[in-house]
């Protein structure tokens, strides 16, 4: 069956610090993938799209790997704050339609 | 700019009773429109989506439908809420295969 995991527990980090999350996918050939960010009560935000081409994506901060070999993607968080504590969510899109992952609920400790 | 506005923010609704949310899109014209359902816990699951006026396609049988009237309105209804109608329901919109644009969700409690 289809399936995509994310860090079955939640990811406590200290401020300063790379936070990685990751998503794990099977029976899926993704088209392509993202990662939205959702606070409680609100609905997701885009943050990132990476292609089934491309190895690795950049934004500020923000830094995707995608390995369709291992079927995962990696999401970096560089010098994390406070305010990037949230839940992060991996999209595939196989060409017909999204599958979102459950989540991985980050905190930045101060 | 492009914006979605979704309502009401939270509703509590009796078993039996009807169900109607709205979602409205700015700014763009012709988009895919999706609804979405978040339980606690678990991830996001497509409801219905459309990619035009009065094309609904849907994902889950289930006890909610959904139309299309204009071409920037997308409205999720029931006839009669079960409990397991309770959820985060969340409007989303996509121009082409990029990224969703989310609404802010509408948190619905049936009692």
């Known amino acids: 069956s289809q399936k995509i995991e994310q860090n079955s527990e939640a990811l406590n980090i200290q401020e300063g610090k790379t936070a990685t999350l990751t998503c794990n996918y099977t029976?899926?050939?993704?088209?392509?993938l993202q990662w939205y960010r959702q606070d409680p009560g609100r609905g997701p935000v885009f943050l990132l799209l990476?292609?089934?081409?491309?190895k690795e994506k950049r934004k500020e901060r923000l830094k995707v790997t995608f390995d369709t070999t291992l079927k995962q993607s990696l999401f970096h968080i560089t010098a994390s704050q406070p305010a990037d504590s949230a839940t992060y969510l991996c999209?595939?899109?196989?060409?017909?339609?999204?599958?979102f992952g459950t989540g991985t609920s980050l905190t930045v400790i101060p | 700019s492009q914006t979605i506005h979704q309502w009401p923010a939270t509703l509590v609704q009796p078993v039996g009773s009807p169900l109607s949310l709205e979602c409205t899109v700015e700014g763009t014209s012709n988009p895919n429109l999706y609804w979405y359902r978040q339980a606690a816990g678990r991830g996001l699951q497509l409801l219905f989506y459309?990619?035009?006026?009065?094309?609904i396609s849907s994902e889950v049988p289930q006890n909610l439908s959904a139309s299309r009237p204009q071409d920037r309105q997308f409205i999720l209804s029931s006839k009669k809420l079960l409990l397991s109608d309770s959820g985060f329901y969340l409007c989303?919109?996509?121009?082409?295969?990029?990224?969703?644009?989310f609404g802010s969700g509408t948190r619905l409690t049936v009692v």
């Open positions: 029976n899926y050939s993704p088209a392509y």
């Open positions: 989303a919109w996509s121009v082409g295969t990029y990224g969703y644009t």
């Open positions: 990476i292609r089934e081409n491309e």
């Open positions: 459309s990619v035009g006026i009065g094309q």
């Open positions: 999209a595939l899109f196989t060409g017909n339609q999204f599958y």
